[in-house]
């Protein structure tokens, strides 16, 4: 049993840590997102903390002891600031953030003022800390954007468990049932450090899973996206639009399909290069993106043409291209040195069985009579009949 004692359970989590910090970047290379290099700073942090608590502890009477804790307790929460950080970033805006800055905040102050009591000091600290971990736990629930739920739940978890060890501890200590030095010899001490290595762990293979889980979403999103115009291309369109029209099918919510093309773009590619094509494909692209609202689908499905369905009547997808078509004309002479323009055709989604390839068909046919009737306009579908709704199902 003396080869588990405090100094060595503590050396070897010290160790780990070490490591964990030390293969991170290793593992994720060079090119990874602010999410994973905060996750990384986190365990770089947890290194530091960890090998400075034990260089202070026990107490040897030394007046910079009570310093070295103070920073030992500032580097603490700034891991869980950086954590909480890479979470927002991977899931979303998350709840607690504030409440987390104050505990950042509040647990290395409370330390340093209280550094004369070593009992008070501990319990708050622990207090803190534990209070901090538990809003990291609760901010790997309800994710605002797709994630994987097992590194979540792990994560949570292992912060939990961290939580119930801190407050167990920090309660004991204060009803004097075990001692408050970091490095105490005892079973409740030796209990929290391998609780804290098991949950280290844990976290470890968190981070790997939610590094894993950004990684394949960029590459999903590599697949569905235009790389020119930062679109949806033709697969992406299709799959997110499907699943639009059947909510609004399902909600008997109004829906618009706008087809788009820019007109006389081969004269641009002739007269001026490829270079200059791609450079107003970029621009609409981008107008695009900032016109539409978050809830309406863009895509480019090749060459000149553009697609946009959006959740709204005619008044509203006419108020859309009148945006789009107003910003175009501003801003191509300005970026481009050569006026720019598009042909559009407009279609509603008929009640009934009509489809999307259906509704694409009759605002493809719309825009066609757009280009026929002079371009640099936009056009109105024909109602759908049952024949036409048959022959493109």
Known sequence: MRALD?????????????????????????????????????????????????????????????????????????GQWTLGGALALWLGPRPGRQ???????????????????????????????????LILARMCLRPGRESARRWRWVLCGAGGAVVLGLWSRAAWAWLGGVPHSYASQGPVNQAFIILSS????????????AWRDETSQQLRSLVVT????????????????????????????????????????????????????????????????????????????????????????????RALDGRLRQALRAAAPAELGHALDYSAGLALLQAGSEDLPALLARADAALYAAKAQGRGQLQNAAPATISSIAACA
Do not use: Y
């Not at 104050?102 to 622990?126: I, M, N, Q, T, Y």
């Not at 098991?198 to 899973?209: D, H, N, Y």
């Not at 997110?240 to 641009?268: E, I, S, T």
């Not at 590619?269 to 970029?282: C, K, S, V």
């Open 6 to 78: 405090v100094a060595s359970l503590g050396l070897l989590t010290v160790g780990q840590l070490v490591t964990m910090a030390a293969l991170l970047p290793l593992v994720m290379g060079r090119r990874i997102s602010p999410a994973a290099r905060r996750a990384q700073r986190f365990f770089l942090l947890q290194a530091v903390a960890w090998t400075s608590l034990f260089v202070a502890s026990p107490p040897r009477g030394n007046s910079w002891e009570a310093w070295v804790l103070t920073g030992t307790a500032a580097v603490t929460m700034l």
């Open 198 to 209: 098991l949950c280290i762990t844990a976290m470890f293979a968190s981070v790997l899973g």
């Open 99 to 133: 409440a987390l800055l104050l505990c950042c905040l509040a647990g290395p102050a409370g330390f340093a003022l209280l550094r004369s009591d070593a009992l008070a000091r501990f319990v708050w600290f622990s207090a803190v800390q534990g209070l901090g971990l």
């Open 226 to 317: 235009d790389e020119l115009t930062g679109l949806l291309n033709r697969r992406g369109f299709e799959e997110q639009a499907q699943a639009m029209l059947a909510r609004a099918v399902r909600q008997r919510q109004p829906l618009a399909a706008l087809m788009l093309d820019l007109d006389h773009f081969k004269r641009v590619n002739d007269a001026l290069g490829h270079e200059a094509g791609d450079q107003a494909l970029r621009l609409f692209g981008r107008l695009m993106r900032d016109r539409r609202r978050e809830s309406d689908l863009a895509a480019r499905l090749g060459g000149e043409e553009f697609c946009l369905l959006l959740h709204g009547d005619a008044a509203s997808a």
